[in-house]
């Protein structure tokens, strides 16, 4: 996956309107919220190669975290 296909999934997942870059810090993001960390989480177990868990999300700054997170290997 691009990072322009994640940044338009998570623009999907959270359902917003704001503008999204990589480097955006998720805290700055109002619909980052319980309901899209269950998204992600879900895009995960989909998507990436490695699980990923909750607590690493919560440690996730950054929408490039959350991308480094789907696309470890």
């Given at each position: 996956m691009?990072?322009?296909?994640?940044?338009k999934?998570?623009?999907?997942?959270?359902?917003?309107e704001?503008?999204?870059?990589?480097d955006?810090a998720?805290?700055?993001?109002e619909?980052?919220?319980?309901?899209?960390?269950?998204?992600?989480?879900?895009?995960?177990?989909?998507?990436a190669?490695?699980?990923?868990n909750?607590a690493?999300?919560?440690k996730?700054?950054?929408m490039?975290?959350l991308y480094?997170?789907?696309t470890?290997e």
């Amino acid at each position: 996956m691009t990072e322009q296909e994640f940044i338009k999934k998570m623009v999907d997942i959270m359902d917003t309107e704001d503008e999204i870059t990589m480097d955006t810090a998720l805290e700055e993001i109002e619909e980052w919220d319980s309901l899209s960390h269950v998204g992600f989480l879900s895009l995960c177990a989909s998507t990436a190669k490695t699980k990923v868990n909750a607590a690493e999300v919560r440690k996730a700054e950054t929408m490039r975290n959350l991308y480094e997170l789907l696309t470890r290997e």
